[in-house]
């Protein structure tokens, strides 16, 4: 060993902080090729007694100097913590898989039970997680409880084969009797992408004990976004969830949106950089009102939200004690909005909790088209795509008569009339309440708006398009919180007054009915006055669109006004 090498590592070990349990050679820049190299680490390793945290970050390791620093933790039976990030710059990836091995067995053969291990900036790829997938099924790591692997490249091979270890270390460490009770994973910056994540979140869902999850940057569009949020309902102390810089769209972010509600304990949202757009905005909106009592921060921010989502946001979040922080910035609202929000959040005394909005994109072009690949055609269990929001008629009705009634309604949806919604006589609302699938939100639409379609004025017309539009409504509002506004967001969208990524959505020509029929249910006792707030902020905002129902448009206003000020 040359004596530069010596004196910079006798340098650096005086320097070495040596506290009751912890070692740390952090950040000294070390280069450790082989057993020279590492001498006087040795030893020091050696003789400290009940060494429980070992800090090896921010040096560069070889495998021979691996190899001997394992040789010395084999006798460190109390070592609970490994903070081993960033010591394998320089190195060859195929240095850094032999090198983990060595010290992993070194951790099973001295029977140290760990609790937490970081691995993180190393870039050791696949094969890196390969040389510590081991470790990781090994009672060793039975009582970890926090596992940090940001930055790491592991990609979608590596993520399959680190959820696999997991889901084995969960399956050995119960048969002990002792489950694995992981509470903080860390993974961002790892290509992951939906297979990686689902595999991931298969893990999690068996795990159930996470309390924080960052899995940042990681190229997950809503497959694996969808996957993470069931897993994530799985796991009820949930404090933080940082999914930034990922892609949820509509889809994912909905489905986010029904697992968070859940999260009674969540206080961290980031969902920054992930294309929630309005719809899904709004969707997190509801969730919002449902539940999160404990939220501090909500980050929404470059997420493609228009103005009037986001003031559903700053609404839904009026009612959190403890929130500190609204990140929006970076959106869709232009100048106006931007300020619109900023006075409707001091109006409820909670402007100081927003943040900068100086990175706002402007209000979007409505003539922009979508990028979005969400739009594929909803299909039953058969792989037949579904009609007008009604199931089959086979699969639900039994006997002729209501066999003709079932095809008679369908006539209807498929050329709706007056005549046609009379001819259904009695049991029209009855067929409407059993066939329509009100989780499907946006086939009923389709139906409110085909009933709405085709309102007279003649008492016996409107009476049959009121009685069913308001039961189909209420049907549709007795779900949970997140699916009703969903429903309205679909509403809008049909109705021009929201853009939606979905490209297969035509808007329809707003008729007199359609206000009519929404302003006849808005009064009802069934609609929420959560949703008749979302609607009133669209109609409020957007009453060009509706200038062709003008009388209809205003009807529509003042009761929406009268529900959110009563």
């Known amino acids: 060993m040359a004596t530069g090498d010596i004196a910079q590592l006798t340098e650096a070990l005086s320097k070495t902080h040596v506290g009751d349990v912890e070692l740390s050679y952090k950040g000294r820049g070390l280069k450790l090729d ?69 010290l992993g067995n070194a951790l099973m053969m001295s029977g140290a039970r760990l609790t937490q291990l970081d691995l993180s900036d190393n870039a050791f790829g696949p094969d890196g997680v390969k040389g510590i997938e081991t470790l990781l099924k090994s009672s060793a790591c039975y009582t970890l409880l926090e596992l940090r692997l940001n930055n790491c490249g ?52 068996l795990l159930g004990s996470l309390e924080e999850v960052h899995m940042p940057q990681n190229g ?40 968070i509600k859940h999260l009674q304990y969540l206080k961290v949202i980031n969902f920054g950089d992930c294309l929630v757009r309005s719809e899904g905005a709004i969707a997190i909106a ?67 909790m927003l943040c900068s909005l100086s990175d706002d994109e402007g209000e979007p072009d409505d003539d922009e088209d979508s990028d979005d690949d969400d739009d594929e055609e909803e299909k039953n269990e058969d792989g037949v795509e579904k009609e007008n929001g009604v199931n089959g008629t086979q699969d639900v009705i039994e006997g002729k008569e209501e066999l003709q009634c079932s095809s008679e309604l369908m006539s209807f949806l498929s050329s709706p009339s007056a005549e046609n919604l009379l001819s259904l006589g009695a049991k029209r609302i009855q067929l409407i309440e059993q066939q329509v ?3 499907d939100v946006n086939k009923v639409s389709e139906v409110f708006l085909k009933i709405s379609s085709v309102y007279e004025d003649e008492p016996e017309v409107k009476q049959a398009v009121f009685e069913s539009t308001d039961a189909l409504m209420k049907k549709a509002f007795s779900k949970s919180h997140s699916q009703s506004y969903s429903f309205i967001c679909s509403l809008m969208v049909n109705l021009g007054l929201l853009k939606s990524e979905d490209k297969k959505i035509k808007k329809v020509s707003v008729l007199p009915g359609h206000l009519l029929a929404l302003e006849h249910a808005a009064a009802q006792e069934f609609f929420p006055v959560d949703q008749a707030c979302v609607l009133e902020e669209f109609v409020s905002r957007n009453g060009k669109i509706l200038e062709s129902c003008s009388t209809a448009r205003d009807a529509l206003k003042s009761t929406l006004a009268k529900r959110t000020t009563a």
């Open 286 to 352: 509801g969730a919002l009102k449902e539940g999160l009592p404990l939220l501090r921060e909500l980050n929404l921010s470059f997420g493609e939200i228009c103005e009037v989502a986001a003031l559903v946001v700053a609404k839904a979040v009026q009612g959190k004690a403890g929130l500190e922080k609204l990140d929006l910035n970076g959106n869709c609202l232009g100048e106006e909005g931007c300020e619109t929000l900023r006075e409707a959040m001091e109006s409820m005394n909670i402007g100081d």
């Open 154 to 205: 592991m990609g979608i091979g590596g993520g399959t084969v680190l959820a696999s270890a997991l889901t084995e270390c969960h399956k050995q460490s119960s048969a002990s009797g002792s489950p694995l009770r992981l509470k903080v994973f860390i993974a961002g910056r790892n290509r992951l992408e939906n297979d990686g994540a689902t595999a991931l979140a298969q893990a999690f869902k």
């Open 437 to 439: 699938d009100v989780s």
């Open 34 to 102: 082989n057993a020279d190299s590492v001498k006087q680490m040795v030893q020091e390793i050696e003789q400290f007694q009940g060494l429980q945290s070992l800090r090896l970050e921010g040096n560069t390791l070889g495998v021979e100097a691996a190899q001997v620093i394992a040789k010395a933790l084999e006798a460190k039976s109390e070592l609970q913590q490994c903070h081993w990030s960033d010591m394998f710059t320089g190195r060859l990836r195929t240095e850094i898989p032999p090198a983990l091995k060595s």
């Open 220 to 259: 997950i569009n809503h497959p694996g976004i969808t996957a993470l949020a069931s897993a994530m309902q799985h796991n009820p102390n949930l404090h933080i969830l940082n999914l930034n810089d990922n892609t949820f769209t509509k889809r994912g972010s909905i489905a986010m949106a029904e697992a």
